[in-house]
């Protein structure tokens, strides 16, 4: 965990995905006078080494906005039980909100474990991720926040910082399914 600037504003758990798409998310959040804790929560995430790789680009981002990061398991297999039957679905589909399911439940623990009352995910910065599929999976758990990331030109923006912080960007979205369909090496 990285030291934590003087905490001034309302505390919110964001669930991160990967470190280009906190930047846009935690400067808005701060703008509205939020104190975001950062969640790296991606079982998602395959193999492991892409996994780390995605979090180290997130302490970067951390250290820039001087924010605490929380680093969960990696818990791939639990992750393919949860989505099992539909490996070959194509993005966007019900694999997609199952993932979205088993990652917003261990942010909604992790919030519960802490005593945040929000908690909000930047899996809504993406323009290739629809935010109605992840708030209709978000709804199932309290203090889930209906923040839309993407919205005030949130995607653009992440672009931006990320160029400016000089992050890695991932070409796949993060499991094995979709780097296969993405024809990634
Ligand atoms: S494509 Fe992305 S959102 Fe869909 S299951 Fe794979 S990692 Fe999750």
Same mark, same amino acid.
């Given at each position: 965990m990285l030291a934590s600037r003087l905490l001034m504003g309302k505390r919110i758990l964001l669930h991160v995905c990967c470190g280009p798409c906190s930047t846009s998310s935690v400067e808005r959040l *701060?703008?509205?006078?939020? %104190?975001?804790?950062?969640?790296?929560?991606?079982?998602? *995430?395959?193999?492991?080494? %892409?996994?780390?790789k995605r979090y180290d680009?997130?302490?970067i981002v951390a250290e820039r906005y001087g924010l605490p990061v929380i680093l969960d398991s990696w818990d791939h297999q639990?992750?393919?039980e949860a989505v099992k039957g539909h490996e070959g679905d194509r993005e966007h589909g019900e694999r997609c909100s199952l993932c979205f399911r088993f990652n917003l439940s261990r942010a909604a623990a992790e919030a519960e474990k802490l005593g945040i009352d929000e908690f909000a995910t930047t899996l809504t910065v993406s323009r290739?991720?629809?935010s109605e599929t992840i708030f209709s999976e978000g709804r199932r758990f309290p203090g889930f926040q209906e923040i839309d990331f993407k919205k005030k030109d949130g995607f653009g923006r992440s672009i931006a910082l990320s160029k400016e912080l000089g992050l890695y960007r991932q070409s796949w979205c993060g499991c094995e399914f979709s780097r296969r369909d993405s024809g990634a090496s």
């Open positions: *701060i703008a509205e006078g939020y %104190e975001p804790v950062l969640f790296f929560s991606d079982s998602n *995430i395959f193999p492991r080494e %892409e996994f780390m680009n997130l302490l639990e992750w393919l290739f991720k629809r």
